[in-house]
């Protein structure tokens, strides 16, 4: 059965840091699209980021810039968020999901396949 299941959220202080990974099981990541995308309570989900297929192509939202960074570790089957200088916006449950292509099409939900439950990352002191 297919399945992603992100960890390594939690509570941090504002201007700490925070790394999640998504992993799979059931089927392998490598060669697909993966993105990151959270939502905030009464918010609607928005994308963070998302790596190609190859790795080679990245994207960031543009509060994400300069702070987080995406990496894909396909001998374990994962890909992860580095997450830095967190601030209390940042607050929200996150996602991993994967697009069955290996080229990503930006942050439109409709394009990401398979998603898992979310991690709960919280900013506050």
């Known amino acids: 059965q297919l399945q992603l299941v992100e960890s390594g959220g939690g509570l941090v202080q504002p201007g700490g840091s925070l790394k999640l990974s998504c992993a799979a099981s059931?089927?392998?990541?490598?060669?697909?699209?993966i993105g990151w995308f959270r939502q905030a309570p009464g918010k609607e989900r928005e994308g963070v980021s998302y790596?190609?297929?190859?790795?080679?192509?990245?994207n960031y939202a543009d509060s994400m810039k300069g702070r987080f960074t995406i990496s894909r570790d396909d001998a374990k089957n994962t890909v992860y968020l580095q997450m830095n200088s967190l601030q209390p916006e940042d607050t929200a449950v996150y996602y991993c999901?994967?697009?069955?292509?290996?080229?990503?099409?930006?942050?439109?939900?409709?394009?990401?396949?398979?998603w898992g439950q979310g991690t709960q990352v919280t900013v506050s002191s």
């Open positions: 999901a994967v697009s069955l292509s290996h080229y990503c099409s930006g942050y439109a939900h409709y394009a990401y396949d398979y």
């Open positions: 059931g089927f392998t990541l490598a060669g697909y699209c």
């Open positions: 790596i190609s297929g190859s790795g080679d192509s990245t």
